[in-house]
Nanobody, 120 residues
Framework: QVQLVETGGGLVQPGGSLRLSCAASGRIYSISRMAWYRQAPGKQRDLVAA???????NYADSVKGRFTISRDSAKNSVYLQMSSLKPEDTAVYYC??????????????WGQGTQVTVSS
């Protein structure tokens, strides 16, 4: 079993910045992909950014140039640096990690979510 703990959400003014962190723990053998999703009220959960174990990244068009995803493989952690935040970035942000546990099976784990509110 793999657990994810997210930190870093909060209230920020338009144009401001926030950094989200997500740490994975448990019987992890390897991680192939780490990602951030977000879900606004009444909307579906959408991909924001993802990074593979080869450091390939992809971003939603709406956040390109403003958000940066990074990972620390030694710490099984992923980060999302968010800049030039807009009110439409307001949502619950979820961390997602895919990999293998040490006894063989794959896992696909989600964090509990952290609220990001962009408002003046």
């Amino acid at each position: 079993q793999v657990q994810l703990v997210e930190t870093g959400g909060g209230l920020v003014q338009p144009g401001g910045s926030l950094r989200l962190s997500c740490a994975a723990s448990g019987r992890i053998y390897s991680i192939s992909r780490m990602a951030w999703y977000r879900q606004a009220p009444g909307k579906q959960r959408d991909l924001v950014a993802a990074i593979t174990n080869g450091a390939t990244t992809n971003y939603a068009d709406s956040v390109k140039g403003r958000f940066t995803i990074s990972r620390d493989s030694a710490k099984n952690s992923v980060y999302l640096q968010m800049s030039s935040l807009k009110p439409e970035d307001t949502a619950v942000y979820y961390c997602n990690v895919i990999g293998l546990v040490d006894y063989g099976p794959s896992f696909n784990s989600w964090g509990q979510g952290t609220q990001v509110t962009v408002s003046s």
